[in-house]
């Protein structure tokens, strides 16, 4: 059983920033490989984000490619999306997830506009 929590999200001018973290617990953080996923209002949900377990190797969407960064510190039990050059379309509910999908956080909003 995995209990994961999301943070770091809110209201961002185009071009700002934001980092998001989810924080795990009830369960062995290290054994899973994450994924950060999002949905907006009339869109379908996209994977964003995956590390592996170790950290070691990471994958984007091509919609962020080169704008975000995924990461993560096993030890504080906790996953990151650096978001860098953020734009309206990135504009969504940001959820953190494991790599099998059993087990996702409550969701976080991310807001973009001028």
């Known amino acids: 059983q995995v209990q994961l929590v999301e943070s770091g999200g809110g209201w961002v001018q185009p071009g700002g920033s934001l980092r998001l973290s989810c924080v795990a617990s009830g369960s062995t953080f290290g054994a899973y490989g994450m994924h950060w996923y999002r949905q907006a209002p009339g869109k379908e949900r996209e994977m964003v984000a995956y590390?592996?377990?170790?950290?070691?190797?990471?994958e984007y969407a091509d919609s962020v490619k080169g704008r975000f960064t995924i990461s993560r510190d096993n030890a504080e039990n906790t996953l990151y999306l650096q978001m860098n050059d953020l734009k309206p379309e990135d504009t969504a509910v940001y959820y953190c997830t494991t790599a099998l999908r059993s087990y996702w956080g409550q969701g976080i909003q991310v807001t973009v506009s001028s």
């Open positions: 590390i592996t377990s170790h950290g070691l190797v990471t």
